[in-house]
Nanobody, 119 residues
Framework: QVQLVESGGGLVQAGGSLRLSCAAS?????MGWHRQAPGKQRELVAA???????NYAESVKGRFTISRDNAKNTVYLQMNSLKPEDTAVYYC????????????????WGQGTQVTVSS
């Protein structure tokens, strides 16, 4: 069983930046972030494998960067040029394969961290 602990959410003005972190209790190949806004379905934000292969949602390309520190079993999401439509609860997720993290079917999920972008 892998535990995921997220941190770094908060309130920021449009155009600002935030950095999310997610620490896993053990080594796991694929990690990523999904988000869910009120009244909307959960959607992929970005995912990364232990080899550094990445996958981004079109809506965040060029603004968000996912990275990881394998030695610390931690994944990061650097969010720049934030928009009000980025407001959501952001969930870290992790699994054996990148495709399952991208699909949102991975086994392990964090508790979620709120990101609010004011206009």
């Amino acid at each position: 069983q892998v535990q995921l602990v997220e941190s770094g959410g908060g309130l920021v003005q449009a155009g600002g930046s935030l950095r999310l972190s997610c620490a896993a209790s053990g080594m796991i190949n694929a990690m990523g972030w999904h988000r869910q806004a009120p009244g909307k379905q959960r959607e992929l934000v970005a995912a990364i494998s232990s080899y550094g292969n990445t996958n981004y949602a079109e809506s965040v390309k060029g603004r968000f960067t996912i990275s990881r520190d394998n030695a610390k079993n931690t994944v990061y999401l650097q969010m720049n040029s934030l928009k009000p439509e980025d407001t959501a609860v952001y969930y870290c997720n992790a699994g054996r394969f990148l495709r399952e993290v991208v699909a949102g079917t991975a086994d392990y999920w964090g508790q979620g961290t709120q990101v609010t972008v004011s206009s």
